[in-house]
């Protein structure tokens, strides 16, 4: 049997929690392809991809979210937008990338940006929390606590694959939320519960990450039901379009110039790096519209 990637989210039938458990190896293999990512950097984008699939899930309505976790050192950013179905796009800077290669960062955690839009694409939530911590499970808890006073367990890990590490071994996580009426005997018993989990490379086989393993040890004594399990995949809303649209917004006199050298403009997805091929013509046309909207 080989795993697949999901999202199984999940309450308890008589406590008054939720949980959530995500295996994004696939996924996350595939977009770090994308961006020609190896070892930690990888791992970052993973990682940071996960804790903002836990924010999405939580999410009442169709929209988006989007989570930056900012460093000082080597790399300085690492983004990542997710929606309530699983749909996955990060990115990292592609310099800073190519200078570190497979090599481990210098980082020093400085901030967490979470975003939400909604089906719009409206901003309606917009919080910056201090991190805490180089670990993005602690960085997540953190930001609930503080910026939407939730009490939440926290566990999120990816391992590189040491003799290729532009694959992962496993990218996998699990997300658990106390609800305000939870009693401190249930809270007490779900730390201790987390306290004991097994490492996360045990819980990973032959065939892929074990992510039932990891939902039943997490359920310990309680009952749950499986509210919906999802298949994240990698998906960016990228387009020719958008791309003329964005450089619509551009200054007029920057356009101009930009046309006036005659050349064709590549731009490049910054999240799925789809190369979008720019003509003069398509710069005159944007600058013919800017001057007919005055």
């Known amino acids: 049997m080989n795993f697949k990637d ?32 190896r070892g ?39 983004s990542s937008d997710t ?18 290669g497979g090599n481990e960062p210098a980082l020093i955690p400085q901030s967490v940006q979470v975003v939400k839009l909604n089906e719009q694409g409206k901003r309606v939530h917009e919080s910056i929390i201090e991190a805490p911590s180089v670990s993005m499970g602690q960085n997540l808890a953190t930001y609930l ?46 730390e201790v519960i987390v306290q004991n989990l097994p490492k996360f490379k045990d819980m990973n086989t032959p065939e892929g990450f074990n992510l039932d393993e990891l939902l039943d040890q997490l359920r310990g004594p309680y009952e ?4 919906k399990e999802i298949d994240p995949k990698a998906y960016c809303p990228c387009s020719r379009e958008r791309t003329l649209a964005t450089l619509a917004t551009l200054p007029l006199k920057d356009l101009q110039e930009l046309e006036s050298e005659g050349k064709n403009l590549e731009v490049i997805c910054d999240f799925c790096r789809t190369p979008y091929q720019i003509t003069p013509q398509d710069l005159n046309e944007i600058i013919k519209d800017r001057k007919n909207d005055k």
């Open 145 to 190: 606590l503080q910026s939407e006073q939730i009490r939440s367990a926290v566990g999120i890990e990816a391992a590189f694959n040491r003799e290729d590490p532009s694959k992962l071994d496993y990218a996998a996580g699990f997300y658990i939320e106390a609800f305000p009426d939870l009693e401190d005997k249930d809270i007490n018993l779900i």
């Open 40 to 78: 930690f950097a990888l791992k970052l984008l993973a990682e940071n991809s996960i804790a903002s699939i836990f924010l999405s899930a939580s999410l009442k309505y169709a929209g988006t979210v989007s989570l930056t976790t900012r460093f000082g050192g080597e790399i300085t950013k690492v």
């Open 6 to 37: 999901r999202i199984i989210r999940a309450t308890g039938q008589k406590t008054p929690f939720r949980l959530i458990v995500v295996d994004l190896t696939a996924t996350m293999n595939e977009i770090g392809k994308q961006h020609n990512a």
């Open 83 to 100: 929606t309530p179905m699983g749909l996955v796009r990060a990115m990292i800077p592609q310099v800073e990338l190519a200078a570190v």
């Open 224 to 227: 749950i039901d499986i509210v």
